[in-house]
C-alpha cells in the first residue's frame, strides 16, 4: 500500500511568487491535516480536512494561505504571494478514522525556500 | 492551549548505550501522548503513543516511553542504541477527545539522536 505522497518534494522561489503544495493521502484516508515546520522548530498543525470538508482551519497563518480537497482525495496549499517567512517543510498527514487517538501517517514533506 | 518542550536539541551516543529523550508537556486539559521519528528524506513514523492504562509504553524499535502525569513528562528510552536509530525525534500531544473531528496534534521542537561507532 502506498503511503502519504507530496508533490514537490523541494521548491526555490522568489518573493511575491505563488507555489502550490500537493498531498495525496492514502487511500481510503478520509482525514487529511497540513502541519507546518519553519526554521527547524515545532511543527505547527495548519489546518485539518474531512473528506472535502475544512473540519479545523485555525492553524492557518493568514488569507495567503488557501488549501482545498476537491472530490475528497488529494488536497493542494497554495501560498499566494510568498513571503520568506513561508519557508519551511510543509507536511501532510492522513488517518483513515478522525480524532486525537488515532495514528496519523506523514508524508516526507515539500521544502519550501522563498527568496 | 497546549505546549511541548523537548528539552535536548541534540543528543549524541555511542553505539549500544541507553538513551533518554525527554520530553515535557503543558496542557490545561488530559491529553494523548505520541513520539514519532523522522529518518532523513522521510515523513514522520510513529514509534508510540499513550492514550490510557499503563503508564510504561512500548513501541516499535524496542523504544519505550513512561508517562508521568505528576512531572508531565513523556521521556523515550532505548536500553541500546544502533547506528540506524540517527534520526530526528518528535514527541507530541493532542488534546482528549472522542470527536472524531478532533485531530491535530502539538508537536516539540524535535531532538536530533545520533549514534557514533
Known amino acids: 500500500e502506498a503511503g502519504v505522497t507530496q508533490f514537490p518534494s523541494h521548491s526555490v522561489i522568489e518573493k511575491g511568487q505563488t507555489v502550490t503544495l500537493r498531498c495525496d493521502p492514502i487511500?481510503?484516508?478520509?482525514?487529511l491535516y497540513w502541519y507546518r515546520r519553519v526554521m527547524g522548530k515545532e511543527i505547527k498543525f495548519l489546518l485539518h480536512?474531512?473528506?472535502?470538508?475544512?473540519?479545523?482551519e485555525s492553524g492557518m497563518p493568514n488569507n495567503r494561505f488557501l488549501a482545498e480537497r476537491t472530490g475528497g482525495t488529494y488536497s493542494t496549499l497554495k501560498v499566494q504571494p510568498a513571503e520568506l517567512e513561508d519557508s519551511g517543510v510543509y507536511f501532510c498527514?492522513?488517518?483513515?478514522?478522525?480524532?486525537?487517538?488515532?495514528?496519523?501517517?506523514f508524508g516526507p514533506g515539500t521544502r519550501l525556500l522563498v527568496l | 492551549a497546549q505546549s511541548v518542550t523537548q528539552l535536548d536539541s541534540q543528543v549524541p551516543v555511542f553505539e549500544e548505550a541507553p538513551v533518554e529523550l525527554r520530553c515535557n508537556y503543558s496542557s490545561s486539559v488530559s491529553v494523548y501522548l505520541f513520539w514519532y521519528v523522522q529518518y532523513p528524506n522521510q515523513g514522520l513514523q510513529l514509534l508510540l503513543k499513550?492514550?490510557?492504562?499503563?503508564?510504561l509504553v512500548k513501541g516499535i524499535n524496542g523504544f519505550e516511553a513512561e508517562f508521568n502525569k505528576s512531572q508531565t513528562s513523556f521521556h523515550l528510552r532505548k536500553p541500546s542504541v544502533h547506528i540506524s536509530d540517527t534520526a530526528e525525534y518528535f514527541c507530541?500531544?493532542?488534546?482528549?477527545?472522542?470527536?472524531?473531528?478532533?485531530?491535530?496534534?502539538?508537536f516539540g521542537d524535535g531532538t536530533t539522536l545520533t549514534v557514533k561507532p
Open positions: 507530541a500531544v493532542s488534546r482528549t477527545s472522542y470527536n472524531t473531528n478532533a485531530g491535530k496534534s502539538t
Open positions: 480536512f474531512v473528506k472535502e470538508s475544512k473540519q479545523d
Open positions: 487511500s481510503g484516508h478520509d482525514n
Open positions: 498527514a492522513s488517518s483513515q478514522v478522525g480524532g486525537a487517538r488515532e495514528t496519523q501517517y
Open positions: 499513550y492514550l490510557s492504562g499503563s503508564t
